[in-house]
Structures are given as structure tokens and as C-alpha cells.
């Protein structure tokens, strides 16, 4: 499974952006999709996931109510789409995969880096105040 994240720019504070992820595989309906970040200095953080099932959503709590992911399987693509952005969410996102989770609505858990077994190469965001 290939991953091409694409869509990060540079935006003003409260601007909006939206991230593409083009998938590569004919089952990309049963892949679990999660969009993951990291600012320079931190850790890796999950801050969004879709269900393979039912296409339910969660999400970090610093993203909660401003951004929305979303997927087209006929496509092959997941969506972040990003609104009220802030400097803090300055970082290269990263989309991932996880080919093995049977299909099951989202959990906190899928936002943690260990269910997920493909990553794309990552897109910059940068939010300037």
C-alpha cells in the first residue's frame, strides 16, 4: 500500500486547509485511515481516524469541532479538512493505513501509532499568527 498525502501550504491563523490522501490497493474500503502529526521538538500525534465499517470519525481533543476527516472509496482518498487553524497546529501531517483491523467502528485506541502498518511521506502545514 502506497500513500500520497498532499494539500499543506502555509495559511494565516484562522484559515482553512484541506489534506489529501491518495491510497494505492483495490481494498482501500477495508483499510482503517488515521491522520497523525508531528511539530518539530515532539512526539507523533494522532489526531484523526475513520472507521473501515461505518466511516465513524474521532479525534484528538486539540483538533475536536475545527477539523474533519472524511474518505471517498471510490476514489481511494481520505480527507483533513482543517478550519479555524492555529500556530500551534504548525507540523507535517501524515496519513496512515492499517490493513489489518477487521471492520469495527473507531476507538481512542486508533489513534495510537501501533495499529497502523503503512504511512505516507508527510505534508507541511504551517499556520503564521
Known amino acids: 500500500v502506497q500513500l500520497q498525502a498532499s494539500g499543506g501550504g502555509l495559511v494565516q491563523a484562522g484559515g482553512s486547509l484541506r489534506l489529501s490522501c491518495a491510497a494505492s490497493?483495490?481494498?482501500?474500503?477495508?483499510?482503517?485511515m488515521g491522520w497523525f502529526r508531528q511539530a518539530p521538538g515532539l512526539e507523533r500525534e494522532g489526531i484523526s481516524t475513520i472507521s473501515n465499517s461505518d466511516g465513524s470519525t474521532y479525534y484528538a481533543d486539540s483538533v475536536k469541532g475545527r477539523f474533519a476527516m472524511s474518505r471517498d472509496n471510490a476514489k481511494n482518498v481520505v480527507y483533513l479538512q482543517m478550519n479555524d487553524l492555529k500556530p500551534e497546529d504548525t507540523a507535517v501531517y501524515y496519513c496512515a493505513a492499517s490493513t489489518s483491523i477487521t471492520p469495527i467502528r473507531v476507538a481512542a485506541h486508533h489513534l495510537k501509532a501501533w495499529p497502523y502498518d503503512f504511512w505516507g511521506q508527510g505534508t507541511l502545514v504551517t499556520v503564521s499568527s
Open positions: 490497493g483495490r481494498t482501500f474500503s477495508g483499510y482503517f
